[in-house]
């Protein structure tokens, strides 16, 4: 008879996924910190701590993923994730550098997750890049606010719009109570 593990409940499932989650923030805060560049390395290592998997966590084969209105996308194979990932790193650095913080955090949150070049864990993953950015450049937003962020499909037209104005707000208010 084969042993089948029993399902762990939702609320179980939430308390792991949440306790590596403040481990990946912790990880990212350090980087920032530190003033550390963010590289595709460092990424896959935050997805690591993530799923709490060691294999290659890069996308390597088209994927369905089911959207958060419930429709269904098959995303086609990428040629290389790891210089997909990088390009977009090397992209929001440079918006960063320039001063316009806000929009390297939506930028790298926002191509993360439509490029989908890890198996899993995507969003987790670009809201910990997005939260590297804003708390290297002195942004004190929290990555848990972040986290919890109920975003629809980004591919909908205004969500990213919509995105960016939620950051503002919460940067602004951050600023705000820090101050």
Do not use: C
């Not at 003033?35 to 998997?53: P, S």
């Not at 294999?55 to 958060?68: A, C, F, M, S």
């Not at 590297?132 to 606010?145: K, L, T, V």
């Amino acid at each position: 008879m084969a042993h089948n593990e029993p399902k762990r409940p939702d609320s179980l499932q939430r308390q792991l996924e949440l306790a590596r989650f403040d481990r990946a923030l912790e990880v990212s805060e350090s980087l920032a910190t530190r003033r550390a560049l963010l590289t595709t390395t460092e990424l896959a290592r935050l997805n690591h701590i993530l799923t709490g998997k060691t294999n290659d966590p890069w996308r390597q084969g088209p994927v369905t993923i089911t959207l958060p209105s419930g429709v269904k996308e098959t995303l086609a194979l990428l040629a290389d994730p790891v210089v997909t990932a990088r390009d977009k790193l090397h992209r929001a650095t440079e918006t960063a550098e320039s001063g316009a913080v806000i929009e390297a955090a939506v930028e790298i949150y926002v191509a993360l997750v439509l490029a989908h070049v890890f198996q899993d864990a995507n969003r987790r993953t670009a809201v910990l890049a997005s939260h590297y950015f804003m708390h290297r450049y002195g942004i004190p937003i929290s990555g848990f606010a972040l986290h919890e962020l109920g975003l629809g499909d980004l591919r909908e037209e205004g969500q990213i719009d919509i995105l960016r104005d939620t950051i503002r707000q919460m940067a602004k208010f951050a600023l705000k109570q820090r101050s």
